[in-house]
Nanobody
Framework: QVQLVESGGGLVQTGGSLRLSCAASGSSFRFNAMGWYRQPPGKQRALVAG???????DYADSVKGRFTISRDSAKNTVYLQMNSLKPEDTAVYYC??????????WGQGTQVTVSS
């Protein structure tokens, strides 16, 4: 059974940094695409950053230059380093894993709050 467990969220001041982690279990996902999404209060969930099985990355325009997605395939873990945080980054952050032929999996979410 596939499980995704996020950690690393919290409260930080504007300009601060946080690193989110998403640990996947249930199989090896080193060649699977994974991503981070976020859902601010009252808004829809949207892509923040994605990373392919080969390591190519993609970012939302609003986080380019501030956030970095990476993965440790040996640990089945994907990370999101968030720097220069802004109040508008406040949201619940979710990890997503796509397994071809099986489905899409989401973590439980981790709250990130950036105070002004």
């Amino acid at each position: 059974q596939v499980q995704l467990v996020e950690s690393g969220g919290g409260l930080v001041q504007t300009g601060g940094s946080l690193r989110l982690s998403c640990a996947a279990s249930g199989s090896s996902f080193r060649f699977n695409a994974m991503g981070w999404y976020r859902q601010p209060p009252g808004k829809q969930r949207a892509l923040v950053a994605g990373i392919s099985g080969l390591g190519s990355t993609d970012y939302a325009d609003s986080v380019k230059g501030r956030f970095t997605i990476s993965r440790d395939s040996a640990k089945n873990t994907v990370y999101l380093q968030m720097n220069s945080l802004k109040p508008e980054d406040t949201a619940v952050y979710y990890c997503k894993l796509v397994v071809a032929g099986t489905g899409t999996y989401w973590g439980q979410g981790t709250q990130v709050t950036v105070s002004s």
